[in-house]
């Protein structure tokens, strides 16, 4: 029961704390919400595109071409025990030229010019350049047919745009701990004489320093759910736009696995948003809190 | 109640206490007096861990507080009351307020809170005062206020430190006379002053410190005598 006393006046003094910090609640708020929106922004268009690369799966797959004297079956098997490759298909050079017979009308006596052929399709849009770098130097293949265009622009693009958004995301993360820290300091200074007395009549530490800790969590809180709604409006904008223009030729399930991502990006600008405040609130209270 | 033994506290190259040892039993009541700079305060700094001794041992109820790790530090604060010079009273909270204030933080009922707090206002004459911000009050009322929440735990010692020193001689009297009456009640109370007057009347105890050693040590001195 004390504990519990004691939890709900640390809240009160949080919200005191909160108050008695004014103008510099926004000032860390606004920037906390603009590094998380960034960093949101980042993990969207990310995200998005894993999502397009991951729904993409003709693009996931290339062709194999093998010699004569290759057992298909065999080589099939083993391509199929590594661990990134999801599915191999043998296509028979016998069984592909009956079915192109049945097509085309060719002379009895032309010879079977394809080859054995293994279709093979990887786990993951990562794995695809190394996958068929590793099959192209396995004996017996002649060639290997794929279509690298779309995939690779977007691999690129996600790799550039992480880049980027990383040195933002850390500059703006380090502007938030200062900024976050000063807030804080704020704080302990206006809360010097309430401390001195807690701590002299042996009120306890986490006490204390809990308020100031509560406060960091607080603007994090707020924070990501402030950098979220324009994210979600952007996707839902997006979205519906995608669906307008070439709802027709998008991969299907796309709509589901965009609504999970939001919950997954608030998760996890929160994480970032109470690591970053959290970092400016214990450099803070380490380096000004005396107890 | 309170034993220190040997006890030397060195701040870089100057030494505020030199092999300082004395006893105090419970329930008495005894002045530390000497002039500026005699190590007063920094005995009652040791005797609430503020400071650690430089070598010595620090008991208070039998603990060595020296010893004490900062966890363990609040427990025994909490079983001794502090009275300060400047009284530390909070400007935005009302008398009633700042003496209920550490026992809100430490989770104690709100109807005990109030049940503690009317009754230190009524050991130190102040019930009609309860709702008056500090701004409001005289230095010895807000001394008053500063005795009652080192009192409101409950303590079995009460320090003192300096606690007249920014009172007239008339308050500072009546302060004395107050902290008498506490330890009638059976606290022991240990008082740092350098307030001659109020010391020579009140026929206690006197320990006198000079350059960090204990100069003499009577069981009813007076002021003048000792330094």
Request: proline share 3%.
């Given at each position: ?271 970032f948003g109470i690591v970053v405040s959290g970092t400016g609130c214990f450099w803070s209270t380490k380096k000004y809190l005396k107890i | ?128 005062k309860a709702n008056d911000f500090p701004k409001n009050l005289s230095g010895g009322e807000q001394q008053r206020v500063g005795i009652a ?79």
């Open positions: 029961m004390r504990k519990i006393r004691m939890t709900y006046r640390m809240l009160y003094e949080t919200f005191l704390d909160i108050w008695r910090s004014g103008w510099s609640n926004l000032v860390v708020i606004s920037i906390l919400t603009s590094v998380l929106s960034i960093f949101g922004l980042v993990l969207q268009v990310s995200f998005g595109l894993n999502l397009i690369g991951e729904k993409l799966n003709d693009q996931l797959e290339f062709s194999v071409y093998l010699a004569d004297s290759v057992d298909v079956k065999n080589f099939a098997v083993n391509l199929g025990k590594q661990p990134y490759i999801k599915r191999v298909e043998v296509i028979d050079k016998d069984v592909a030229w009956s079915e192109f017979r049945k097509n085309f009308v060719v002379g009895e006596d032309f010879q079977n010019p394809l080859p054995n052929t293994v279709h093979v399709q990887v786990a993951r849009s990562d794995y695809l350049q190394s996958t068929i770098m590793f099959v192209r130097k396995m004996s017996g293949v002649i060639d290997i047919n794929y279509a690298p265009g779309v995939l690779g622009f977007i691999n690129k693009l996600k790799a550039l745009l992480q880049i980027v958004g990383t040195i933002i995301t850390v500059l703006l993360a380090s502007v938030t701990i200062v900024i976050t820290a000063n807030t804080i300091q704020l704080v302990i200074h206006t809360r010097q004489s309430e401390i001195e007395v807690l701590r002299l009549m042996g009120v306890e530490d986490w006490y204390i320093k809990g308020p100031l800790v509560l406060q960091g969590i607080f603007y994090a809180f707020l924070a990501a759910t402030l950098a979220i709604i324009p994210l979600y409006a952007l996707q839902t904008f997006l979205w519906e736009t995608a669906q307008n223009l070439i709802g027709n030729v998008l991969p299907t399930g796309l709509s589901g696995n965009y609504s999970s991502n939001i919950y997954r990006i608030y998760y996890i600008l929160l994480i | 109640m309170i034993h220190l033994i040997n006890v030397t506290k060195t701040y870089s190259e100057l030494k505020a206490l030199d092999d300082v040892s004395f006893e105090i039993q419970p329930k008495e009541m005894v002045f530390i007096v000497g002039p500026s700079g005699a190590g007063k305060s920094t005995v009652m700094r040791l005797l609430y861990r503020e400071e650690r001794p430089t070598s010595g041992q620090v008991f208070v109820s039998n603990v060595d507080v020296s010893r004490l790790s900062h966890s363990q530090t609040p427990i025994l604060r909490r079983r001794m009351g502090i009275v300060f010079q400047d009284f530390k009273l909070l400007p935005n909270k009302t008398a009633f307020e700042n003496i209920a204030y550490p026992l809100f933080a430490i989770g104690m009922d709100q109807n005990e809170i109030n049940k503690r707090v009317h009754g230190a206002l009524k050991v130190v004459s102040l019930t009609n929440r080192a009192i409101v735990q409950g303590p079995s010692l009460l320090l003192a430190d300096e606690p007249t020193g920014n009172l007239d001689p008339i308050t500072s009297m009546e302060i004395f006379q107050l902290l008498d009456r506490i330890n009638q009640r059976g606290t022991t109370v240990l008082v740092a002053t350098h307030n001659q007057q109020v010391v020579d009347q009140m026929k206690k105890r006197v320990i006198s410190l000079s350059n960090g050693k204990v100069a003499s040590d009577e069981k009813i001195g007076t002021y003048t005598t000792q330094v």
